[in-house]
């Protein structure tokens, strides 16, 4: 699957088929977030890779009681280190895990973005010291069970402008 084809057949994937997802396309996956760009090429991020079946249990406690979550055959925990990058490290965490969404889909598997966690609580599932980072977000990462059909976009005028906030990008 080309690359373009990726971004526009991802969906938010809320149910897993309880399949492995071979070791070779989770190194490619993770690669893809290894090579992310970020300010100053400072990569302030760690990536968390969760496996266990507990581990995922309490992760996914940890993300709002979402519990579907833990079907995942990962759950990827991304962290960032505002010490390496004060200014830059959510931005260049959020690169890093869309780079491993996009490869995932170009694969066959599915994530789900989360947003909607504790910091302190998934910080102390996954044994993250105080001093160390932040954790950004979660994505489950696995097979998808189903596949949603694509959402209504923004039209490109709500989107883009030209030159200046409201000119009409004519494309």
């Given at each position: 699957?080309?690359?373009?084809?990726?971004?526009?057949?991802?969906?938010?994937?809320?149910?897993?088929?309880?399949?492995?997802?071979?070791?070779?396309?989770?190194?490619?996956?993770?690669?893809?977030?290894?090579?992310?760009?970020?300010?100053?090429?400072?990569?302030?991020?760690?990536f968390?890779?969760?496996?266990?079946?507990?581990?995922?249990?309490?992760?996914?406690?940890?993300?709002n009681?979402?519990?579907w979550?833990?079907?995942?055959?990962?759950?990827?925990?991304?962290?960032?280190?505002?010490?390496?990058?004060?200014?830059?490290?959510?931005?260049d965490?959020?690169?890093?895990?869309?780079?491993?969404?996009?490869?995932?889909?170009?694969?066959?598997?599915?994530?789900?973005?989360i947003?909607?966690?504790?910091?302190?609580?998934?910080?102390?599932?996954?044994?993250?010291?105080?001093?160390?980072?932040?954790?950004?977000?979660?994505?489950?990462?696995?097979?998808?069970?189903?596949?949603?059909?694509?959402?209504?976009?923004?039209?490109?005028?709500?989107?883009?402008?030209?030159?200046?906030?409201?000119?009409?990008?004519?494309?």
């Amino acid at each position: 699957m080309d690359t373009m084809q990726a971004i526009l057949e991802r969906r938010s994937i809320r149910t897993y088929k309880p399949e492995p997802i071979p070791q070779e396309h989770l190194q490619q996956i993770l690669e893809a977030g290894h090579q992310a760009p970020s300010a100053a090429n400072r990569q302030p991020w760690h990536f968390i890779v969760v496996g266990d079946p507990e581990q995922k249990q309490r992760v996914a406690e940890a993300c709002n009681n979402q519990m579907w979550m833990a079907d995942a055959a990962y759950i990827l925990v991304a962290i960032g280190l505002p010490e390496v990058s004060e200014k830059w490290y959510k931005v260049d965490v959020a690169i890093a895990l869309q780079n491993m969404v996009v490869a995932a889909k170009s694969l066959g598997y599915g994530t789900c973005w989360i947003g909607a966690f504790s910091p302190e609580n998934v910080a102390e599932v996954i044994g993250l010291p105080e001093d160390v980072g932040q954790v950004v977000a979660c994505t489950p990462l696995g097979v998808p069970e189903s596949v949603s059909p694509p959402r209504g976009r923004k039209s490109w005028d709500e989107v883009f402008s030209l030159d200046r906030y409201g000119a009409s990008l004519d494309l």
